[in-house]
């Protein structure tokens, strides 16, 4: 348990770690990343190469959308502090460090 919330806190804001949170968070980590039928939270912009990341919510790896539309950067705006759902698989340029793409 202990070992799970300091990896939860190297992830997520630390106003993010409510009870509630964790409860919802803890059996998604289980999931694996090759398996995982990724559903994709925006969490973040990057500005320096104006792309957007995305996070699975089942599995919690990374990935970003390049050439997001001038609407959808500014909608990121706030996606830190509250992350939000991202729909278009299709447009997720997946890490490879994360492994083989599915
Ligand atoms: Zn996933």
């Known amino acids: 348990m202990k070992k799970l919330l300091a990896y939860l806190s190297l992830i997520v804001p630390q ?28 969490v973040a912009s990057i500005s320096s190469t104006v792309e957007l990341q995305v996070q699975c919510r089942k599995c919690a790896i990374y990935s970003e959308i390049p050439d ?8 990121s705006y706030g996606a830190m502090a509250t ?10 340029r997946h890490y490879q460090a994360n492994g083989p793409i599915h």
């Open 83 to 92: 992350p939000y759902p991202w729909e278009e698989k299709s447009r997720i």
């Open 68 to 75: 997001p539309t001038e609407q959808e950067w500014d909608a």
């Open 15 to 42: 106003s993010l770690l409510t009870t509630k949170y964790l409860l919802e968070r803890i059996p998604l980590l289980a999931a694996d990343p090759s398996t995982c039928d990724h559903e994709w939270d925006v």
